[in-house]
Structure formats: structure tokens, C-alpha cells
T-cell receptor, first 118, second 111 residues
Framework: GAGVSQSPSNKVTEKGKDVELRCDPISGHTALYWYRQSLGQGLEFLIYFQGNSAPDKSGLPSDRFSAERTGGSVSTLTIQRTQQEDSAVYLC????FGSGTRFQETQYFGPGTRLLVL | GQQVMQIPQYQHVQEGEDFTTYCNSSTTLSNIQWYKQRPGGHPVFLIQLVKSGEVKKQKRLTFQFGEAKKNSSLHITATQTTDVGTYFCAGTSTAGNMLTFGGGTRLMVKP
């Protein structure tokens, strides 16, 4: 079936503007993850959704970042008042169950959204 | 599908002793990453290895990637109490679209 999709693939914005990034997980996957990856770096965990449970927001770097997951499927990551240091690739991943061992389950990644804040 | 196994699951050491965790993938990997997760926290990226046989060092930590790009190890010399946590390896498939975390090795250090 279809994999994880993300849109837009690239986004250029001006400092201070808000941006919305979208993720469509694999159908039937209950867990959804957002990560940020700066050039040459590994994944920086941002937020995690699992079913109807309250999301784990512990990785969000500031209150300018927020995310929603509507209907247990599509997720939107919103960055308000963007700053230049927000420039990175934002990756979304989903996994089937994402239970208590969520980081141990294979995660399927989308192609990412490359964000550039000028 | 891709599986990544990590051993041991748990390791208790006396402060000052060395520690090693091993990671083995069922398939050849594009790269391998290592993360550290403190109790109650989320995984934090430590390093990425890409080349066959690659060895990288970060202070007391030494990371190796096997020649076949299917296994990796993390070695900590002279452990300290600040090293406490769970160490995860994560392998990226050669197609680049799957990241599979190992089960993690939980390190406990006695002062």
C-alpha cells in the first residue's frame, strides 16, 4: 500500500511567518512521530501520537511548535513565528502499534519537508 | 522485514568499569545511528555511522560499524554515573525509508 506522505516537500518562508506541515501516515498505523533533522545530524524527536492517548510533546523545542492529529490519521505540525534556526528537514513517521516500546518498533518515514526560513 | 537485535538488554556495572552493547541487523544497512535515552526522556542522537568498518570516538565512547554493515557496537570506557540510560541503535534500510530501532540496552552504573 501507500507509504507515509508529507507535504509540502519544500517550504521557503520569511522569518516571523507561520508554517503548517502535513503528514499522512500509513493507513492503519496507530502511532505517528514527528522528528526534525538538521544538516548532518540525526533525528531530533519532536512529538509522538498513539491512538487516542494524549500526545508526548516532550521533544517540542518551544511553545511556537504545536501539532495535531485529527481522527487518528492525518497530522499537522505548526510552527508559529518561524525563526532561522527552525530551518531543517521535518520528518514524519508512523508505526503499527507504538505501544510502550514505541521506539523499538519499525518506523516508516515519509520523504520529509525541507523548511528554509529566510 | 528488517529486524535489529541488541544485546544485552540490561547491564549493571561498577563505576569505572567498561561497557559494550552490540547491535545486529537482519539486513544490510545504509547507516546506523546510536541514541541515548535517559530515564523518562526520549532518545537523543549520539552519532551516525555510514561507511563499512567505520570507527568513531566521542570522548569515552567508541562506535564501530561492521564490515558487512549489518552490525555495530558502542563501547564506553570507564563508565560514570552520568552514563546511566538506555542506549539504542537504529538502522536505516538501504532503501532509506525505514528506521528500525534495536531493543535498547539499559545501562546501570553503581557508584
Amino acid at each position: 500500500g501507500a507509504g507515509v506522505s508529507q507535504s509540502p516537500s519544500n517550504k521557503v518562508t520569511e522569518k516571523g511567518k507561520d508554517v503548517e506541515l502535513r503528514c499522512d501516515p500509513i493507513s492503519g498505523h496507530t502511532a505517528l512521530y514527528w522528528y526534525r533533522q538538521s544538516l548532518g545530524q540525526g533525528l531530533e524527536f519532536l512529538i509522538y501520537f498513539q491512538g487516542n492517548s494524549a500526545p508526548d510533546k516532550s521533544g517540542l523545542p518551544s511553545d511556537r511548535f504545536s501539532a495535531e492529529r485529527t481522527g487518528g490519521s492525518v497530522s499537522t505540525l505548526t510552527i508559529q513565528r518561524t525563526q532561522q534556526e527552525d530551518s531543517a528537514v521535518y520528518l514524519c513517521a508512523s508505526s503499527l502499534f507504538g505501544s510502550g516500546t514505541r521506539f523499538q518498533e519499525t518506523q516508516y518515514f515519509g520523504p520529509g519537508t525541507r523548511l528554509l526560513v529566510l | 522485514g528488517q529486524q535489529v537485535m541488541q544485546i544485552p538488554q540490561y547491564q549493571h556495572v561498577q563505576e569505572g568499569e567498561d561497557f559494550t552493547t552490540y547491535c545486529n541487523s537482519s539486513t544490510t544497512l545504509s547507516n546506523i545511528q546510536w541514541y541515548k535515552q535517559r530515564p523518562g526522556g526520549h532518545p537523543v542522537f549520539l552519532i551516525q555511522l555510514v561507511k563499512s568498518g567505520e570507527v568513531k570516538k566521542q570522548k569515552r565512547l567508541t562506535f564501530q560499524f561492521g564490515e558487512a554493515k549489518k552490525n555495530s557496537s558502542l563501547h564506553i570506557t570507564a563508565t560514570q554515573t552520568t552514563d546511566v540510560g538506555t542506549y539504542f541503535c537504529a538502522g536505516t534500510s538501504t532503501a532509506g525509508n525505514m528506521l528500525t530501532f534495536g531493543g535498547g540496552t539499559r545501562l546501570m552504573v553503581k557508584p
